[in-house]
């Protein structure tokens, strides 16, 4: 059974930037696709980032040119790097995977993805 577990959350003033790690065990996400997804108190769940087996990512508009995302060398972590943070970032983070997809050509924002992680909570505010 694959576990993630995100980590790298927390309190950080507009304008700052933090760093979220999404970590597999005992698999390695190079086959997998992964999506990042936030959600804020009283809203829907969207999805902010994907990489799929072409490893060009998608992002939401509203976080386009300030997060990254990519794949760690390690291969078994996945990194999404936040910058420019407003207060409208502010949301509970979940990882997402997928696979193992051995088939190339999907859209890494249209699938569905079975495994997630518990989600780390990230706060913007001055």
């Known amino acids: 059974q694959l576990q993630l577990v995100e980590s790298g959350g927390g309190l950080v003033q507009p304008g700052g930037s933090l760093r979220l790690s999404c970590a597999a065990s005992?698999?390695?996400?190079?086959?997998?696709?992964i999506r990042w997804f936030r959600q804020a108190p009283g809203k829907e769940r969207e999805g902010v980032s994907c990489?799929?087996?072409?490893?060009?990512?998608i992002y939401a508009d509203s976080v386009k040119g300030r997060f990254t995302i990519s794949r760690g060398n390690a291969k078994n972590t996945v990194y999404l790097e936040m910058n420019s943070l407003k207060p409208e970032d502010t949301a509970i983070y979940y990882c997402?995977?997928?696979?193992?997809?051995?088939?190339?050509?999907?859209?890494?924002?249209?699938?569905?993805?079975?495994?997630w992680g518990q989600g780390t909570q990230v706060t913007v505010s001055s």
């Open positions: 997402a995977a997928d696979g193992p997809r051995w088939v190339s050509g999907y859209v890494c924002s249209s699938i569905q993805y079975r495994y």
């Open positions: 005992g698999f390695t996400l190079d086959r997998y696709a």
């Open positions: 990489l799929g087996s072409s490893n060009s990512p």
